[in-house]
């Protein structure tokens, strides 16, 4: 599927969401290279695999010292799903969707 929109917004720096800026996208693509994360690409295609649609969103955030994507897609059947993967190993942590969380 094509995506409607991929944006990767490196929230690395730990803290609270900032905007980002040209580092948090050179320490995503560091982090990247070094091996510590996976890449956007494969996450999305697990994220797609397990939730057919459209990508809405792709964010990169530090959540309690984890790095998380978090992967909104809008799905075949018309559901927005809110997907985090752990940016390292690519398990799904959790899904939500409109009806709560699982």
Do not use: C, W
Not at 7 to 22: K, M, N, Q, Y
Not at 42 to 61: C, D, K, M, S
């Amino acid at each position: 599927m094509r995506l409607l929109t991929a944006f990767l917004a490196a929230a690395l720096i730990v803290g609270a969401a900032a905007p980002a800026s040209a580092s948090d996208h050179d320490r995503a693509r560091r982090a990247v290279e070094e091996g510590r994360i996976l890449p956007l690409k494969q996450i999305l295609a697990r994220a797609q695999g397990a939730y057919p649609g459209q990508v809405i969103e792709a964010e990169l955030e530090d959540e309690g010292g984890m790095v998380v994507y978090e992967i909104k897609i809008l799905t075949t059947a018309g559901r927005v799903m809110k997907l985090h993967y752990n940016a390292a190993t690519g398990e799904l942590l959790k899904t939500k969707d409109r009806g709560g969380q699982r």
